[in-house]
């Protein structure tokens, strides 16, 4: 990740981490979005048919309930070219095609939390990366979904603090 290690450098000790640094993680937002690619933490939700419409040859009329589920478009290799290999790259330039990348949902009740969780997220790597190295208790601990994908045994890590 070198941009994190280039954002670490320029801070003295105790300075904190700035929004204006988050917005140049970029490199690290495109591997979370992959890893939330092949393993999102949520992986289906639902949607009420506001008027009826006809899909794929079905009518659906106004009220139904539709569910809709990540895997569907994440790993379909007409949006994402050989899908089971992780490639943070596929997130440069233009990205995927819209509604085709969907662990916060899409449209008008989308996730409301996305800019949080985005600013969570690096801030957890850039501060994992900066100061320790890591290794897994459990190599193989499995996950579930329960209803969101969690560790089986809550990911227990060694940490091995180090400087930068
Ligand atoms: C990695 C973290 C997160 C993921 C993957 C995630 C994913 C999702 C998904 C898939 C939906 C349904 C969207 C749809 O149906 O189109 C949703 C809805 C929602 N999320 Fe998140 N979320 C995350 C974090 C957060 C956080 C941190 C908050 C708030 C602090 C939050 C608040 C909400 C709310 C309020 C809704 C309902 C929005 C509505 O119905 O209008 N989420 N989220």
Known sequence: MPEQLEISRGKGTGELLQWEDAQKMKYSWNVASEVMRLSPPVNTNFKEAIRDFNYAGYTIPKGWKLR???CSTHM???YFPNPEAFDASRFEGEGPTAYSYVPFGGGPRMCLGIE???LE?????????KRFKWDLVNPDE??????LLEPVKGLPVRLHPHHV
């Open 142 to 147: 499995k996950f579930k979904h329960d209803p």
């Open 121 to 129: 997220i690096l801030v957890f790597m850039h501060h994992i990366v």
């Open 76 to 78: 379909d290799p007409e």
């Open 68 to 70: 809709w589920a990540t």
């Open 116 to 118: 949080l969780a985005r």
